[in-house]
Structure formats: C-alpha cells, structure tokens
C-alpha cells in the first residue's frame, strides 16, 4: 500500500523551530518531486516547499524563505522540512504531497496541488504569541 505519513507538528511559541518528516512507504521518492503544503481553516491550500531531482533543487514559497528548509533523505525514503523563526501566521495543517511522475531536470515555477497525487493526512503546526 503506497502511502505518506507526516510526524513532527505540535505547539511552539513565537520563534521557535520545529521539524516535520514525511515517510513514504510502498513508493521510492527519488526521482519524483515532493512537496508541503500547508491550509488553514477555511482556506485554501498553499504551496510552502519542494524538493526535486533526488535532493538536490528546492523551491520555496516567499513566506518561508530563508527561515526553512527541505531536504530529502533517499535512504530513508523521507523528506524533512525544518522550520525555524515560526510566526504565529504559520499556524496551519501542513501536508506532504508527492508527483511520482515528475520528469527530471524540470524546474516547477510554482507547488501548484493539481500536480500532486499522492498525499499525507497532515499534521497541526500551532504557533502561539
């Protein structure tokens, strides 16, 4: 059963970090491009992070950048968002999202989740004041 299982969300204060993994199982990631994603109550689902060509290109949404990080770990078959700085606005339930079909050596412009068909059942990130 091919499946991905999200871990690592819980309550910080302002600043604080938090690391999120994503485990695949019944499916290799390498080679596909993998994604989070995060949505709040009644909003829609935005794009936070990508990572693509086994590891090695990344994508970041203008909210996050320079305060996480995603990498992919092949051996583990996972891929690790590290947050660091949270904001209280980064309060949501973020998801973890893989294209299997991804072609290499393609840059996505943008995480669009029409291109996702794979995903997690999410996990709360809580940021408090």
């Known amino acids: 059963q091919v499946s991905l299982v999200e871990s690592g969300g819980g309550a910080v204060q302002d600043g604080g970090s938090l690391t999120l993994t994503c485990t695949a199982s019944g499916v290799n990631l390498d080679g596909s491009l993998m994604g989070w994603f995060r949505q709040g109550t009644g909003t829609e689902r935005e794009e936070v992070a990508g990572v693509w060509n086994s590891g090695e290109r990344q994508y970041y949404a203008d909210s996050v950048k320079g305060r996480f990080t995603i990498s992919q770990d092949n051996a583990k078959n996972q891929v690790i968002l590290q947050m660091t700085n949270l904001k209280p606005e980064d309060t949501d339930i973020y998801y973890c999202?893989?294209?299997?079909?991804?072609?290499?050596?393609?840059?996505?412009?943008?995480?669009?989740?029409?291109?996702?068909?794979?995903w997690g059942q999410g996990t709360q990130v809580t940021v408090s004041s």
């Open positions: 999202a893989g294209d299997l079909d991804w072609p290499q050596n393609v840059d996505p412009l943008r995480l669009d989740t029409s291109d996702f068909h794979l």
